[in-house]
């Protein structure tokens, strides 16, 4: 089967998070067999490879114009750009018009109205600008797009919970649940010992993360705990100013900086915990992977968050930061607590394993794909 894959971007060497979880999909379906081309928006024409996948970039209605040498196309996060030769509108009215077998994963940004994930206290000129082109431009050619092309495609999406937002604004009945796939190869399980030491790796550019909370947590726990928060974003000079503002400056540190995912196994040794305050999720894959690697993962119950962690059986569930800092100590403070948690958190992960997560995709992609 030819697939291909079309998102709005993909990993490059410079730039290797990218996308990340688009391409361990690719990975893994060349492994089991299927023939892949990534193919990716762009205001001029390239090609590379990429771990052994090959990328074309290209203007949307120059991919819209190859769609017929492909058994299938894949959509990932293809998002739409008002007069822009990266808008993803000309591939989706091609499939429309032509009917080409398709299938979209929806990760859940892509399928959100703009207010759904805004958390800001004011609104800026470029607040109201993504305003526009979200909710004005965007999700209405979606929705159209969905409602004309039920009988030649399907969706596919990590939760139930994100499935019950899809339903909300579209009445779709091709809705399949597959958890983004965890490379349990890769994060492998070691034994962690007890510790105080914890970790957050989030961008700094988006309030849905909520690291005020995740510092708050860090306030509320005995001075011996400290936390890590590596990223990026626009955010992170707030967040410094905020750490100052509570006396935490010797116990929390911002490293303005990615981890290579490759990397991540090696580097979690250093840490205990892993820390996710993310407002909303429709899964969370970082968390997931130091679930896997053995750390004690604790989260703000909100979202698809159940559906992951399993409160003090696998993880750490708590509505509010105070009840999650209580919640760490108790486990950070025996050690046959937090192996039994950790140890079962890992080996939850073996039921995500991508190997799994990547065949259930495909006998779906398969499906459609024969339907044509």
Aim: net charge positive; hydrophobic share 35%.
């Amino acid at each position: 089967m030819k697939i291909a894959i079309i998102t709005s971007r993909y990993p490059t060497d410079g730039n290797p998070y990218n996308h990340m979880f688009v391409h361990m999909r690719s990975k893994e379906f060349v492994k089991q067999g299927e023939h892949v081309q990534v193919l990716v928006p762009a205001k001029l024409e390239n090609e590379y490879i990429f771990e052994g996948i090959k990328v074309k970039q290209m203007p949307s209605k120059e991919i819209a114009k190859s769609l017929n040498e492909y058994d299938l196309m894949y959509l990932h996060l293809l998002h739409l750009y008002p007069l822009m030769r990266t808008d993803g509108w000309p591939i989706y009215k091609t499939i429309m018009q032509k009917q080409y077998p398709f299938a979209m994963y929806v990760h859940g940004s892509e399928f959100t109205f703009f207010k759904d994930r805004f958390f800001n206290d004011s609104y800026s000129i470029r607040d109201f600008l993504s305003w526009l082109r979200k909710d004005i431009y965007h999700m209405p050619r979606l929705i159209n797009f969905f409602s004309t092309t039920h009988h030649h495609g399907e969706i596919i999406t990590p939760s139930n919970w994100m499935k019950k937002k899809i339903n909300h604004i579209l009445s779709y009945s091709k809705i399949n649940i597959i958890p983004n796939g965890i490379d349990v190869n890769l994060f492998k399980y070691m034994k962690v010992q007890r510790g105080f030491r914890m970790i957050s790796l989030r961008p700094l550019g988006d309030k849905v993360y909520d690291i005020e909370s995740t510092i708050n947590v860090l306030s509320l726990l005995p001075d011996h705990y400290s936390l890590d928060i590596y990223g990026k974003g626009k955010y992170k000079q707030h967040y410094n100013d905020i750490i100052k503002e509570k006396g935490l400056s010797d116990r929390i540190k911002i490293y303005d900086s990615f981890v290579e995912r490759k990397d991540m196994p090696v580097f979690f040794r250093d840490y205990n915990v892993f820390i996710s305050t993310t407002k909303l999720d429709s899964q969370g894959i970082t968390m997931l992977e130091a679930m896997s690697c053995g750390l004690l993962v604790s989260s703000i119950d909100n979202s698809s968050k159940k559906e992951f962690i399993i409160d003090m059986k696998t993880g750490i569930l708590a509505g509010t930061s105070k009840a999650l800092a209580d919640k760490i100590l108790e486990v950070s403070s025996d050690q046959n607590l937090f192996e039994n948690i950790t140890l079962s958190g890992s080996k939850s992960m073996e039921e995500i394993d991508v190997k799994i997560t990547c065949k259930d995709e495909l006998d779906i992609l398969k499906k459609i794909a024969n339907k044509k």
